[in-house]
């Protein structure tokens, strides 16, 4: 029996090994396809049942023990904006005659039906921005998903619907989030009142902006409100949204450029510590708040590589092979959906009992968030460019790479 145990032990360490492995080289091409698979895949639950008004009915909600919120109120915006945030860059780009474009226009098709019924009061679907404090949190990545893609999201939606929008996003100001990041869900959310020509209220953009400058602790970290905790915030929230905003900010002549060239300064420098986090099989620290976020720990990368300004040792192959690293791992060899194809509580499969206690199934659609590049077009240097090696499979190999260093800006 020992013998026996023994060997299934040992049979176990040779199959995590294997899976464990830095995949072989792909294809920019190859990589592009599979990463439309997943994203594919992990949006379609949640905009083909919204646009069919079958979220509330058919979405699963999973909660932790000591889940603090009632989810029925939350989770369906939850799920939708952080979604949305994440399939934009990717939903703007024009269409064309290839498989890809296929999928692209079922999902933006199925997306403007869903905004317009989660907006109508009359809709089964009808999401709630009216009271609870979370939806201030996921009208803001509406509100990114709306900023990253205007042209698609946007522009189409008919004038009733614009108008519901309009309102729904008005009826936040009713309540105030916590003193952290959530300063930043406020400003954001009134920068796209300001960018659609609605009225802002330009306090709660200038309170987010005086605060989170406060709070910048330098070599592109920010604090999360007054007292500095590790975790992956800069890169779900802090990072991107305050760039967003800036951008709207500029545009808008409200703020100069310098400020807002600070900001993505930091944010680029920020990317550096994202690319080194990746390890050479792709996986990463599963450490502080809201791992169940799973690959929504690169955004701030993927926003900058989508953008086009990655630090000059970070070529975009390298960039594309480290992320298409970390969704092998994650999404291959983590059993992260269900059978229907929803997300699961956990960070590498079902772990419900490493949730927080205001993460609930909506939640987890922030995974989205890192597949920001493709919105670069397949033609792009980010997808043409032949397989290269990113920073830590150099210093592993005993390889030249960049010494890291501290910024002072």
Same mark, same amino acid.
């Given at each position: 029996m020992m013998r026996t145990v023994a060997f299934s032990q040992k049979k176990n360490r040779a199959r995590i090994t294997t899976s464990s492995a830095v995949p072989s080289q792909t294809t920019g091409s190859e990589d592009r396809a599979y990463?439309?698979? !997943?994203?594919?895949?992990?949006?379609?639950?949640?905009? $083909?049942?919204?646009?069919?008004?079958?979220?509330?009915?058919?979405?699963?909600?999973?909660t932790p023990k000591g889940y603090a919120k009632k989810y029925e109120r939350v989770t369906y915006l939850e799920a939708?904006?952080?979604?949305?945030?994440?399939?934009?860059p990717w939903l703007a780009l024009p269409d064309d005659n290839t498989a890809e474009s296929k999928m692209r226009k079922e999902l933006r098709d199925a997306l403007l039906k869903g905004i317009a019924k989660a907006v109508d009061p009359q809709s089964p679907d009808y999401l709630n921005f009216r009271t609870d404090y979370q939806p201030i949190v996921d009208a803001a990545y509406m509100a990114l998903g709306f900023l990253r893609a205007p042209q698609a999201l946007w522009e189409p939606l008919d004038s009733l619907t614009k108008l519901r929008v309009i309102e729904e996003f008005k009826a936040l100001r009713t309540r105030s989030g916590a003193y952290n990041n959530w300063l930043l869900f406020a400003g954001i959310n009134e920068a796209f009142l300001l960018k659609v020509g609605a009225q802002e209220d330009p306090s709660r953009i200038e309170f987010a902006r005086r605060k989170i400058e406060e709070w910048y602790v330098g070599d592109g970290f920010y604090s999360d409100g007054p007292a500095f905790s590790?975790?992956?915030?800069?890169? #779900?929230?802090?990072?991107?949204?305050?760039v967003e905003m800036f951008k709207v900010l500029l545009d808008?002549?409200? !703020?100069?450029?310098?400020?807002?060239?600070?900001?993505?300064?930091?944010?680029?420098?920020?990317?550096? $510590?994202?690319?080194?986090m990746i390890s050479p099989d792709g996986t990463y620290p599963a450490y502080g708040r809201s791992i169940t976020y799973r690959t929504g720990a690169f955004q701030a990368l993927a926003q900058v590589a989508l953008m086009q300004q990655l +630090?000059?040792? !970070?070529? +975009?192959?390298?960039?594309r092979c480290a992320l298409t690293a970390v969704y092998h791992k994650m999404y291959d060899y983590c059993n992260n959906f269900n059978e229907k194809g929803w997300l699961v509580?956990?960070?590498?499969?079902?772990? +419900?009992? !490493?949730?927080? #206690?205001?993460?609930?199934t909506g939640s987890l659609y922030m995974a989205t968030l890192s597949f920001l590049p493709l919105g670069l077009p397949a033609d792009n240097e980010f997808w043409t460019s032949p397989a290269e090696k990113w920073t830590s499979v150099k210093a592993w190999s005993s390889e030249p790479f960049k010494k890291d260093y501290h910024v002072e800006y």
């Open positions: 990463w439309c698979k !997943i994203l594919y895949k992990m949006a379609s639950p949640v905009v $083909f049942n919204l646009a069919k008004g079958t979220l509330k009915q058919n979405m699963p909600v999973e939708v904006g952080r979604t949305m945030a994440g399939i934009a590790m975790d992956y915030y800069n890169s #779900y929230v802090i990072h991107p949204m305050l808008r002549k409200k !703020i100069g450029k310098s400020e807002y060239d600070q900001a993505l300064k930091r944010m680029i420098r920020y990317a550096e $510590f994202n690319e080194r +630090p000059e040792h !970070i070529s +975009p192959a390298s960039a509580l956990g960070f590498c499969g079902s772990q +419900p009992n !490493i949730a927080d #206690y205001y993460t609930s």
